[in-house]
């Protein structure tokens, strides 16, 4: 086989990342990244309204960035013999677009209106309307509890974010004809069939945020949808049947194998979420988790039909067909926060440098100011190396909601057991016991429904660079956890996609057992540690239900 190279392209929330792979020895051959410059510039996104939205302009410009240079990097034997391309991208990240599947943002009278563009995964500016839409889809005229698989409904997913932005831009909802989820607009971009009647829409976005399930016939039904909003049952109408990501969309347009000086006949693969993608990559099978650690966490297993069949599972995980490996269910549970909350602790307590700090030379200000950031994380849990976890503040991990358990976008982290003695690290040390404890939490309702898995593998930066926080997971879940030496787990589950796509391998195991790469570093629970989180995690649960108890007061 003369053309065996792939190339799996990561849409993250801050970048795309392009990995060119030997599908026929797992090697990879080059890689580059490129940054969304509107993004990066703080554009289209107002943190203070938990607003996130991204231009798809910054989507197409890093796409032939990253691309372009990764080609160049490869070299012109590996440009020739590039056989197929799959994506992954966040999402929920929907768009709305036009009749020509064009997304309004590239429109002269929509350019520069948040609203007609990508409204990025982490955007929760429809918390009420996911409400609006659990209590539809629990109890409705059908009679069918949509939530069973999936739980309630969440801000951060396709149909709320629809309905939030077209009841309050009249001007844009008469505009769009339909909305696209990022994963699939970008292979309909690269194939040139994006006219959104007959767009490829991916069977894990479908699954996981539109709620598609052979069980009712497809997405929730005509009628459910109507009683919510007349739009929401015109969309379903357009929406067509999805599909798993080893299926072929087509072959790359003229207009872009001239982009990206490729031949047109490479073929574009199906899409799917990243988490996903990065399970794949990281080696996912039917008795492996994987825990992906970024700025959330999402936890990922493949189980076959009948583990689920006829249960109620949405209190501890999301289930949807074909989501991760075709012909399996993909069960989804994670936190909204994990990256985040270490992330929000050196922001806070980065504040008064950045803001008191006065230098004549501004320059060697922000250098001084980078290098203390950069820095900062490293010594805190130097520091908090020798704090005993009993001795830490009790926090929960809740700092953007509530994933799994329980669903819940209302609720907020606390800390409790702060005195005169706590200082940044015994802070630090708190955030870390809780984004693992929240992991425990999400095993332990998994294992209620029977599912437990043999082996875990986490995968991500934080699991590679953290040697406390890896420690601190395998002592709170009391199990032994491999961290992935992929860097990369999903652009290169991605490329798995493309090469069964291709006709590579006939599937994802077979592509899985020469394109995975091994474990980095195993991390084994202390003994002697597990009485200690027992009792932090008892103090963990309680604070949990005071403050579910308060929220709902």
């Not at 994670?334 to 050196?346: H, I, N, P």
Request: aromatic share 8%.
């Amino acid at each position: 086989m003369q053309k065996h190279y792939v190339i799996g392209i990561d849409f993250g929330s801050d970048s795309v990342r392009a990995l060119i792979v030997d599908a026929l020895t797992g090697a990879e051959v080059a890689s580059a990244v490129a940054e969304y410059e509107r993004w990066l510039a703080g554009k289209y996104q107002d943190p203070q309204k938990s607003m996130f939205r991204q231009h798809p302009e910054d989507y197409i410009e890093a796409l032939i960035a990253c691309l372009t240079s990764a080609l160049k990097s490869a070299g012109e034997d590996v440009r020739r013999s590039v056989a197929a391309l799959s994506v992954d991208t966040t999402g929920s990240t929907p768009c709305p677009v036009d009749r020509e599947g064009t997304p309004l943002a590239m429109l002269p009278e929509f350019a520069e209106d948040p609203d007609a563009m990508f409204h990025l995964w982490k955007d929760h500016t429809a918390v009420e309307e996911a409400e609006e839409i659990s209590r539809a889809f629990q109890k409705n005229a059908d009679g069918i509890d949509y939530t069973r698989y999936q739980g309630r409904y969440a801000s951060e997913w396709y149909w709320a974010k629809i309905l939030h932005t077209s009841r309050r831009n009249k001007r844009l909802q008469e505009k769009a004809y339909t909305w696209v989820e990022h994963c699939d607009w970008i292979p309909a971009l690269l194939t040139g069939k994006v006219k959104p009647d007959g767009i490829y829409r991916c069977a894990c976005a479908a699954g996981h945020k539109a709620y598609w399930h052979s069980s009712w016939g497809g997405l929730p039904s005509e009628a459910c949808l109507r009683d919510i909003d007349p739009l929401l049952a015109r969309l379903r109408g357009i929406y067509g049947t999805p599909k798993p990501a080893t299926c072929l969309v087509g072959t790359l347009s003229k207009k872009w194998a001239d982009r990206l000086a490729l031949d047109e006949s490479v073929l574009v693969g199906g899409s799917s979420l990243d988490a996903h993608a990065g399970a794949v990559g990281a080696g996912i099978a039917d008795d492996t988790m994987i825990v992906n650690l970024g700025t959330s966490a999402v936890n990922l297993l493949v189980v076959p039909q009948q583990v689920v069949r006829g249960k109620r599972i949405a209190w501890a995980a999301g289930a949807a067909e074909d989501s991760v490996i075709p012909g399996m269910i993909g069960l989804e549970s994670g936190q909204a926060a994990f990256g985040d909350v270490y992330a929000w602790l050196r922001h806070l307590l980065c504040w008064p440098l950045r803001e008191i700090a006065t230098s004549k030379d501004r320059s060697i200000q922000e250098a001084i100011l980078q290098e203390m950031e950069e820095r900062l994380l490293n010594e805190l849990q130097k520091a908090a190396e020798s704090i005993p976890i009993e001795d830490a503040p009790i926090a929960l991990d809740w700092f953007n909601g509530r994933r799994y358990p329980y669903v819940n976008e209302f609720v907020c982290s606390a800390v409790a057991g702060l005195n005169m003695g706590t200082d940044a690290p015994a802070l630090y040390r708190a955030l870390l016991t809780a984004t693992a404890l929240g992991q425990r939490r999400i095993l332990d309702t998994l294992a209620q429904e029977g599912v437990s898995p043999q082996k875990i593998v986490a995968v991500g930066g934080i699991a590679q660079k953290s040697s406390l926080l890896m420690q601190t997971l395998a002592d709170a879940l009391d199990r032994q956890i491999n961290v992935s030496q992929t860097q990369q787990a999903c652009a290169r589950g991605a490329a798995m996609y493309a090469a069964v796509a291709a006709g590579i391998y006939p599937d994802i195991q077979a592509a899985q057992a020469r394109m995975c790469e091994g474990i980095q570093q195993t991390y084994v629970p202390r003994r002697e540690m597990r009485a200690s989180y027992e009792q932090v995690y008892a103090k963990y649960l309680r604070l949990a239900t005071f403050m579910d108890d308060s929220m709902r007061s």
